[in-house]
């Protein structure tokens, strides 16, 4: 009687768990498919390497010759460029080092504003309570960690910048040739190992959100008590 209960919960638990995922990948679906019969709007930042477009609902951190830190609805987020990928076109950007299986995915190409052909990969992870954004082009790598009810529109963000995107690949390819000229202090990609994020990076960002979240319950509890007085 224990075993048919137990498989019974379980069977409940793994039913959520798939209409969960079923639900995350149409979201991601649907916010790709709006994002991409969108225009692609001219650039409003320009750096050495590449020029892009944020909106202005993306707040920026900080940023150095090849990476951006931004912020969306106080969800941190940063872009890397994708420099491994515009040396070697052989690249496989779909290719994830994760063992862990993605609740959501979605991949293709997008024309830039140069009429060049840009292939990614979205993927979506369950991290603990959160949920791990990754998205890949052969331009740029971009990642954060957002919550249940936002990582979808999160991926759309990633997306809208990605497609903006329009690197000086001759430049990339002149200063990046040597390998002595790839040693910048403090930078936050390794340019010719793991495209993804280390597992720090990740970690911190997760600790950042997770802060946030502790942040506006104590809010929240504090607005609840006064009520009740």
Not at 8 to 26: F, P, W, Y
Not at 78 to 90: E, P, R, T
Request: aromatic content about 8%; glycine content about 4%; hydrophobic content about 35%.
């Amino acid at each position: 009687m224990g075993k048919k209960i137990l498989a019974i919960l379980l069977c409940i638990v793994l039913t959520g768990c798939t209409k969960s995922s079923q639900a995350m990948q149409e979201r991601l679906d649907q916010e790709i498919a709006t994002v991409s019969a969108l225009p692609i709007p001219s650039a409003s930042h320009r750096k050495p390497f590449y020029t892009y477009y944020t909106e202005p609902s993306i707040g920026h951190y900080r940023s150095t010759e090849t990476s951006n830190e931004f912020s969306y609805q106080s969800t941190k987020f940063v872009m890397n460029l994708n420099v491994q990928a515009i040396m070697d076109s052989s690249t496989d950007i779909t290719q994830s080092i994760y063992t862990q299986k993605p609740i959501a995915k979605n991949t293709g190409s997008f024309q830039n504003m140069l009429d060049e052909t840009v292939s990614y990969v979205c993927e979506i992870y369950q991290v603990d309570r959160h949920y791990a954004v990754f998205f890949t082009s052969s331009a740029v790598n971009l990642f954060g960690v957002s919550d249940v009810g936002e990582a979808a529109e999160l991926a759309g963000k990633m997306y809208s910048i990605a497609r903006s995107v329009v690197v000086r690949k001759d430049v990339v390819l002149q200063v990046y040739t040597h390998e002595s000229a790839i040693n910048y202090e403090g930078e936050a990609i390794n340019l010719y190992k793991d495209i993804a994020p280390e597992e720090g990076t990740l970690q911190e960002l997760i600790e950042d959100k997770t802060r946030i979240d502790n942040k506006k319950d104590k809010v929240n509890s504090k607005i609840n008590a006064k009520r009740v007085v």
